[in-house]
């Protein structure tokens, strides 16, 4: 199951639907691989919204700008140990009881730092009917052992457009089946 928290901002215009967008690319995201594949996913996810992609930039109404990472952080978890690997009062013991477990003190737990990566999609629209003012933004964050922002790019961009536009201010969590 894929989960993430999304945080949306909007003032979304009454009459936009059936009206034209652009996804721009800022300087270091023009020529770059990694930006198209990620830009294709954000108008796979756009599509159910109404909004249809411009021919050229000059012939859309909205313009999308976007932003993504996946920066490794350190977080601590509290995690039961190991009865095999815990020696307890008495030494290493033998079977599925552990001694301390007995007297009603239940498993030791311990705390652990590891690495998490904070998969992040964000996604700004500004209307160029109103001299460019931004009118939707969101981000969709998930977190991972493993720095997979590739895969979880589509259930990132989906989670974005999820219900769009929503409620300003709003969060959500949100879950997808991994397919």
Sequence with gaps: MFS??????QQWPENAQGASYWIAADETQRNNLQFQTYADTVRAALGPTGLVEAHAEAQARFTVHIEYGSPR???WRQEFVDPYMYPGFYGPYVGFHHPRW???MGPAIQTVAVDVYR???SVRIDDRTQQGRE???ATAVASS???QLGA???YLARAIFDRFPGRNGQVVE???PVQ
Excluded: I, K, N, S
């Design 4 to 9: 993430a928290q999304v945080t949306r901002y």
């Design 73 to 75: 952080e350190r977080e």
């Design 102 to 104: 007995a007297w009603g």
């Design 119 to 121: 998969m992040t999609l």
């Design 135 to 137: 009118v939707y933004r």
């Design 145 to 147: 052992r493993q720095d």
């Design 152 to 154: 979880a790019m589509p």
């Design 174 to 176: 949100v879950r997808y």
